[in-house]
């Protein structure tokens, strides 16, 4: 599902070239989990990024699901991202003017799927939000919002889904509860997860963990799922 060649990343600053990835190797199967864990601005985050074509490497070959996203223009990318990917962030990024209903629907109705509302609905409830449909983000708790994120993420039904510190926003409960999700919806589709986290213990969930420091890989292991 994932092969990653040679990645490097390098922007240019103030106090001069900065290496964020520093040639990174990784190939993941389809349809198995992966944690990558280490500290804060280790590169993980930007890893992640650049698996989903969100930023472009420096150097090196990014394949995910047998498309070589470097040699993809923006448009080609988005597609590609449409067909292939869920993503959720720490962040949510939902849109605040729309309903959690419309925030599931959007990518859906932008692929021109017929019954975007009724799949829509139906994957908000499989993530206990059916009452909350008509709600704003505004109106929603932290873990709700992060709901409606998951939704939008599986929708489509995903190939490979990559979840960025997914509970980094939310406390201790919620953020177990939200995990636990993650997985089982994971495990219904039959997707590939990456999941970028700084704690050990919810990497440690995954078939293997990538620990990852100073922009490249130190160590790579099995762990318990």
Same mark, same amino acid.
């Given at each position: 599902?994932?092969?990653?060649?040679?990645?490097?990343?390098?922007?240019?600053?103030?106090a001069g070239?900065?290496?964020?990835?520093?040639g990174?190797?990784l $190939?993941?199967e +389809?349809g198995?989990?992966? @944690?990558? #864990?280490?500290?804060s601005?280790?590169g993980?985050?930007? *890893?992640l990024?650049?698996m989903?074509?969100?930023?472009?490497?420096?150097?090196?070959?990014?394949?995910?699901a047998?498309?070589?996203l470097?040699?993809?223009?923006?448009?080609?990318?988005?597609?590609?991202?449409?067909?292939?990917l869920g993503?959720?962030?720490?962040?949510?990024?939902?849109?605040?003017?729309?309903?959690?209903?419309?925030? $599931?629907?959007? +990518?859906?109705?932008l692929? @021109?799927? #017929?019954?975007?509302?009724?799949?829509?609905r139906q994957? *908000?409830?499989?993530?206990?939000?059916?009452?909350?449909?008509?709600h704003?983000?505004a109106?929603?708790s932290?873990g709700?919002q992060?709901?409606?994120?998951?939704a939008r993420?599986?929708?489509?039904?995903?190939?490979l889904?990559?979840a960025?510190?997914?509970t980094?926003?939310?406390?201790g409960?919620?953020?177990a509860?939200?995990?636990d999700?993650l997985?089982?919806?994971?495990?219904s589709?039959g997707a590939?997860?990456?999941?970028?986290?700084?704690d050990?213990?919810?990497a440690?969930?995954?078939d293997?963990v990538?620990?990852?420091?100073?922009?490249?890989?130190?160590d790579r292991?099995?762990?318990?799922?």
């Amino acid at each position: 599902m994932i092969e990653l060649a040679g990645v490097r990343l390098s922007l240019a600053s103030a106090a001069g070239r900065v290496d964020i990835l520093r040639g990174v190797d990784l $190939v993941v199967e +389809p349809g198995s989990t992966i @944690g990558i #864990a280490g500290p804060s601005g280790s590169g993980k985050s930007t *890893l992640l990024s650049i698996m989903a074509g969100l930023e472009r490497p420096s150097a090196g070959t990014v394949m995910i699901a047998g498309q070589d996203l470097t040699r993809l223009g923006e448009d080609a990318l988005a597609r590609f991202r449409r067909d292939n990917l869920g993503i959720v962030f720490q962040s949510f990024h939902l849109i605040p003017t729309m309903t959690a209903l419309e925030n $599931v629907a959007i +990518p859906l109705e932008l692929a @021109g799927a #017929a019954a975007a509302f009724a799949m829509a609905r139906q994957a *908000l409830e499989r993530v206990g939000l059916g009452p909350r449909l008509g709600h704003y983000p505004a109106q929603l708790s932290g873990g709700e919002q992060q709901r409606v994120a998951l939704a939008r993420a599986v929708v489509a039904a995903p190939k490979l889904l990559l979840a960025d510190e997914p509970t980094g926003n939310l406390d201790g409960a919620t953020g177990a509860a939200i995990v636990d999700l993650l997985f089982d919806l994971r495990r219904s589709r039959g997707a590939t997860l990456v999941l970028v986290t700084h704690d050990p213990a919810l990497a440690a969930r995954c078939d293997r963990v990538v620990r990852f420091a100073d922009g490249v890989i130190v160590d790579r292991a099995e762990a318990g799922a």
